[in-house]
């Protein structure tokens, strides 16, 4: 990494408190190259100082390194397999030991459709079922206003796309295109019903920070099930098992662990976690 963008990222971890000196070279030049066009800056000295003389330009960089492509229910193979098999028994676990809390947590949650899809299935499995269960979800990300987009929950179509036309019907109420997402669009948008927003927490949060293994919101770790999907990816090894650290102490033993279609733990990592299902990235804490 050559030493302008060294710089720039210096300054952006000041100015921000966001160190993304793990991501990988290649990526965060593409990210700045983007941006330096789009501030027109000939070249990455001139763009670092554009970013001093116009802090608002750190914003759209921000939004730049944390690359936001999620959906509802993306990878449904995925989650058709969780709310299956994986759900349903580890539910029926904690009723039979007991335990009325039941905590998830959903890492790099963007614009939140992870975290809600995940509390749309859990709240299916509950009323199916019958079972009092107390369930905190938490989600996290380094943009705030990814998370602010999250608090409001109104989705354009294309984020609900893959979501069941009966879920679709039970838990979102079609709104004027002008209070989504991609208002500038005018597109069919959907709201999330308040039910499913009550079941999540948002707030935000680096997953490199050397302080804390879980979000401080959360109070402590012991969560049974981790979504850290297409977030591994992004950075070098070294970062990748100071996420799979700060991962593993976070989630109960036997909690579950959910990554995205790329990625597993690393090395270091692997022995302590088994993939339970050929087709799908989910690993059990072992």
Request: with cysteine.
């Amino acid at each position: 990494m050559n030493t302008e963008m060294e710089a720039i990222l210096r300054h952006l971890e000041k100015e921000r408190g966001l160190n993304f000196s793990g991501y990988r070279p290649s990526m965060i030049e593409r990210r700045f190259t983007q941006r330096m066009s789009g501030a027109g800056c000939r070249d990455l000295a001139s763009y670092l100082d554009y970013l001093r003389e116009k802090p608002e330009g750190l914003d759209a960089l921000v939004d730049a390194l944390t690359i936001h492509v999620s959906r509802f229910f993306r990878n449904p193979l995925m989650f058709e397999y969780i709310a299956r098999k994986v759900l349903p028994r580890m539910l029926q676990e904690h009723k039979e030991r007991g335990e009325h809390a039941f905590r998830v947590w959903s890492a790099g949650c963007s614009f939140g459709e992870e975290a809600y899809s995940a509390a749309i299935l859990i709240n299916e499995i509950l009323k199916k079922e019958d079972f009092n269960m107390d369930v905190h979800i938490f989600a996290t990300d380094v943009d705030k206003n990814a998370l602010k987009k999250a608090v409001n929950a109104v989705y354009p179509f294309e984020a609900v796309k893959d979501v069941k036309y009966g879920l679709l019907k039970r838990y979102f109420t079609p709104v004027s295109g002008d209070r989504g997402q991609s208002s500038n669009t005018g597109e069919d948008a959907f709201q999330l019903k308040q039910e499913i927003c009550d079941a999540v927490s948002f707030s935000p949060y680096d997953m490199l920070n050397r302080n804390t293994f879980a979000p401080p919101e959360s109070v402590f770790g012991g969560f049974d099930m981790v979504f850290c999907r297409n977030l591994l990816i992004y950075f070098n090894v070294e970062h990748q098992d100071r996420i799979m650290d700060k991962l593993y102490r976070a989630i109960s033993p036997h909690g579950y662990l959910i990554l995205g279609e790329v990625e597993a733990p690393t090395s270091r990592y692997q022995r302590h976690f088994h993939k339970v299902n050929a087709c799908c990235h989910v690993y059990q804490k072992i």
